[in-house]
């Protein structure tokens, strides 16, 4: 029934509210709608007081209605609470919550999942708080004899999981995963696979976060999940495999024991029948690569492993069929707008390196050859090639001996699919067995460069990327031997009949042109010939990557494509396309980005102050605007500092710091940065305006605007030196909070790291007494990225912060020791702050203390601690294996 005060209503005036009927039919006619219509549509009935109870009413009670538009009419209400939640009547809002309880059983299984994803939305807008009963409700439930209440509950309880992690396992809800953790492991061993899936589902998203409610049940749930590695559902086997790969990132030392079975486990689940599995489970590998025991545990399986992922890296039937494969000259097609991704300049992240890069990475990635959406998404094809990129850059070239004599089958083989696949694998490997492969190079990159004419686009396509990542051998070698065939035949396939293999093309070819740089000198007019006539073949998609090549070629040969011919060849088809454009147009950005034009859109200062005469300024210009200088400020360093005193930058930037869009905000702190490392001085004097806002801007709800705003403050702080004592107080809090909130990207946590820090390096009496707040993470954050001058920095505040406070190092000293081990050759000043806070630890606590402390430190870190700063740690147990590092211990140590 409807709830009283709707019923009451109706009965009072029938016209004032949508009667049932007419409100099914309009949910129907919203099945059909477009989306602008349904917009308006929605907007209208959202007026109606009553609406919010009709959907409800709907969803739940009106089975005589067909399912879709039952399920329709909860979308709807889902996407009205996000909306509007805080805006319903408490009458409603409880009318809502209890129908959703009391229907979470519906026998319809679409019904069911919808009901869960409203109580999963309400939740997430703050509501667990004032929903006391919901999780004891739904934990009940799972006990019920009745399968579809079970498995309702089940269903609502995993969404909650996924998208309230964070607050179930905090003091707000007194720690509901107390009760929830064990729950959900007695239902492994359900009889239903869809519950048992659920349960597994429920208890990994408490992995990552090393949940304690977790952590004090890990060894049973570890023994689960070691008891369902063979269950006969897929989704099972699936969340089995997630779990593991979770674990063994932040529990290895639990999993070590049993690694040698896990790997033979992970290596038939990556054969799995069903792709989504053997997908889950490659993903293993990945991840065992970077751990340091990945060389001990797995040299034993490579044999084995390296067959399985090169058989992975074929494409399939289906995507053969959904790449056009047989479609060899498209050229002349046009692209379908719809399909042509919308290109959005990336705002500038600051992020720090570490010790490898994957093939996934943003630059090097075979996404540059699968443009389809249908198979660009993450896929099975492309996680064996990240797996075994990521596997060369560990075992180097003995990987060889396991793959070259499959290389030499594949490579060769009349198969149009597996040959594809064969050279696939030979890019893949090509930054970890670099050193073992240049033997064959001589005589591959010739076969490649044939290659690059086979019959088949897909060949030629995949042909043109691996080449790139032999690029920089290629450069090496004398010109006319193997740099001069490539580009010939790179500029062949620039011109290509196929769409995907010019995309391809232009990609290498900008490559190319960033390792040969004025080795291209001479060539420069046949290559301007082949690009500008590619503005005739190219439809709109592959212009974008034609502008990027243009582009490349302009940055690598910098002065010398100033030549009157040269200008006269590039610049009449830019001008054109330049012409043909309207000045909202995002193709804009390439030709901006590489600054061969200058347009000067409005200042946010002039809109400002005279709306009437100056148009609001396009926050996309203004991001690739902040990002041009900001490249500019770091490509010339101090050169830059003229342009600076003789422009309006530093007020421009203070407004954009300003802007209600976030991406604007993030492209002004990055800006910030690169110019306090470029001219501090032109900086200075309007730091008592830029510090508050950047401590407001400390919000990780805003992920790339809060990173680029703590990296600025780490740049300023270097700078500043003991200035910086005022402006402590404004951002210390906000980074500590950050660096101890779980879940946080690791890009984030590594900013924060080094610019707590810095801050303490520069002002360690305001810093140091939070020690101990911050030590631990900061320590886990910093142990993978590479040395360099910011890790030097973070680290000398560190030690300083210690000497300062060294009581708030105390509990949490095997992170500190951990972290110092990840250091390859530190300066000889911070080795020998190293050195000191070590053996004044180790003086302090007494031999025997030191002794049964230094026990738990895992067999790698007692060895480079005693071979890098002497300390003895306990050294009698060097010759065996270590003891199982205790809870409170790293879990992975190098």
């Known amino acids: 029934m409807l709830p009283p005060q709707t019923a009451e209503r109706m009965a009072a005036n029938p016209g004032a509210t949508v009667s049932v009927t007419v409100f099914v039919s309009i949910a129907a006619w919203l099945l059909t709608a477009t989306r602008r219509l349904q917009i308006k549509k929605l907007e209208q009935l959202n007026q109606y007081p009553d609406f919010n109870n009709y959907l409800i009413f709907v969803l739940t009670k009106l089975k005589s209605e067909d399912e879709p538009t039952r399920s329709l009419s909860g979308l709807i209400l889902k996407n009205n609470v996000k909306a509007h939640y805080q805006n319903f009547p408490n009458g409603v809002s409880e009318f809502i919550k209890n129908e959703c309880l009391q229907n979470i059983g519906d026998s319809s299984p679409l019904i069911r999942a919808t009901v869960g994803i409203l109580i999963t939305t309400i939740a997430s807008k703050g509501e667990l708080q004032n929903w006391p009963e919901l999780l004891p409700k739904l934990c009940l439930l799972l006990d019920s004899e009745d399968y579809n209440t079970c498995e309702g509950a089940f269903g609502a309880l995993q969404k909650i999981c996924e998208d309230s992690a964070e607050i179930l396992d905090s003091d707000m809800l007194d720690r509901p995963l107390n009760v929830m953790i064990p729950k959900f492991l007695q239902f492994f061993k359900h009889s239903s696979p869809k519950i048992r899936s659920h349960a597994i589902a429920c208890v990994n998203q408490f992995i990552i976060s090393r949940t304690q409610a977790l952590m004090l049940h890990i060894d049973p749930f570890i023994e689960n999940l070691f008891a369902l590695a063979g269950d006969e559902e897929s989704e099972v086997r699936k969340n089995v495999c997630r779990a593991l790969v979770m674990l063994l990132e932040v529990r290895m030392d639990r999993l070590l024991p049993h690694m040698h079975n896990i790997i ?18 490659c993903e293993f590998w990945l991840t065992l690569a970077e751990q340091p025991v990945c060389k001990e545990v797995l040299c034993g399986h490579l044999s084995k492993l390296t067959p399985v992922l090169v058989s992975k890296m074929k494409y399939s039937e289906i995507d053969i069929i959904l790449l056009k494969g047989d479609v060899e000259e498209d050229e002349a097609i046009p692209d379908n707008e719809q399909d042509i991704r919308p290109r959005f300049h990336r705002s500038r992240t600051v992020a720090q390196q570490h010790e490898a890069d994957g093939i996934e990475d943003e630059d090097d990635d075979e996404d540059d050859l699968d443009d389809d959406d249908t198979i660009s998404d993450w896929n099975l094809r492309k996680c064996s090639a990240a797996a075994l990129d990521v596997l060369a850059n560990v075992f180097r070239d003995d990987l060889l001996l396991h793959l070259l004599p499959l290389l030499k089958e594949l490579l060769f083989h009349p198969d149009w699919v597996i040959k594809e696949s064969g050279i696939l694998v030979l890019g893949a490997i090509a930054e970890g067995c670099m050193q073992g492969m240049i033997p064959y190079l001589p005589e591959l990159i010739p076969h490649l460069v044939q290659c690059l004419s086979d019959k088949k686009a897909l060949v030629r396509s995949i042909t043109c990327w691996t080449l790139s990542r032999y690029a920089h051998w290629v450069v090496s070698q004398p010109p006319d031997t193997y740099l001069k065939p490539l580009m010939t035949e790179l500029l062949k396939r620039i011109l290509d009949g196929n769409k995907r293999v010019q995309e391809a093309a232009c990609s290498a070819f900008a490559t190319l042109e960033e390792e040969a740089c004025t080795e291209l000198v001479p060539y420069l007019a046949y290559i301007l010939d082949t690009l500008v006539f590619a503005f005739s073949k190219y439809q709109h998609k592959n212009l974008l990557i034609l502008y990027d090549a243009i582009g490349t070629l302009a940055d690598s040969v910098g002065h010398h494509l100033n030549k009157p011919e040269y200008i006269q060849m590039l610049m009449p088809p830019l001008i054109q396309k330049w012409n043909q454009l309207k000045d909202e147009d995002k193709d804009l950005f390439p030709l901006l980005e590489h600054n061969y034009l200058s347009p000067s859109p409005p200042s946010p200062q002039l809109h400002n102050s005279q709306p009437d005469q100056y148009e609001a300024p396009d926050k996309d210009f203004m991001i690739v605007a902040l990002d041009l200088l900001s490249g500019l400020a770091e490509g010339l360093g101090g050169n830059i500092e003229q342009l600076v005193a003789r422009s309006n930058i530093l007020t421009l930037m203070y407004q954009c710091m300003q802007d209600k869009m976030p991406e604007v905000r993030q492209s002004s702190f990055a800006l910030l940065g690169d110019l306090t490392k470029a001219c501090f001085q032109h900086v200075k004097p309007c730091i008592a305006d830029f510090m508050p806002i950047l401590g407001t801007n400390l919000n990780p709800e805003l992920i790339s605007v809060c990173n680029n705003a703590t990296w600025a403050i780490g740049e300023i702080s270097i700078q500043m030196g003991a200035d910086m004592q005022p402006y402590i107080a404004m951002v210390l809090h906000q980074l500590i909070e950050i660096i101890n909130r779980p879940n946080t990207p690791k890009t984030l946590l590594e900013n924060t790291a080094i610019t707590i820090g810095r801050l303490g390096y520069v002002c360690p009496q305001e810093v140091a007494p939070m020690l101990q707040q911050f030590i631990r993470p900061w320590c886990t954050s910093l142990r993978n990225i590479r040395d360099n001058e910011e890790k030097d920095s973070a680290f000398r505040g560190i030690c ?37 806070i070590l053996h004044g630890f180790k003086n302090q606590v007494g031999e025997e203390n030191w002794r049964r402390f230094s026990d738990q430190f895992p067999l790698p870190l007692k060895e480079r601690l005693a071979a890098f700063y002497g300390v003895e740690v306990a050294l009698l147990l060097l010759g065996c294996c270590p003891p199982t590092a205790s809870s409170t211990s790293p879990d992975v140590l190098a």
Do not use: H
Not at 264 to 276: A, F, H, W
Not at 809 to 817: G, K, M, P, R, S
Not at 823 to 828: E, L, R, T
């Open 264 to 281: 033979e486990y992970m290596l038939q689940r990556t054969q799995d029948q069903d792709e989504n599995v053997a997908l889950e489970a």
């Open 800 to 836: 300083t912060m210690i000497t300062v406070n060294p009581g708030g190092v105390v509990q949490d000293f095997i992170f500190f020791c951990d972290a110092v081990a990840s250091w390859v050759n530190p300066k000889d000043d911070l080795r020998d702050m190293f050195y000191k």
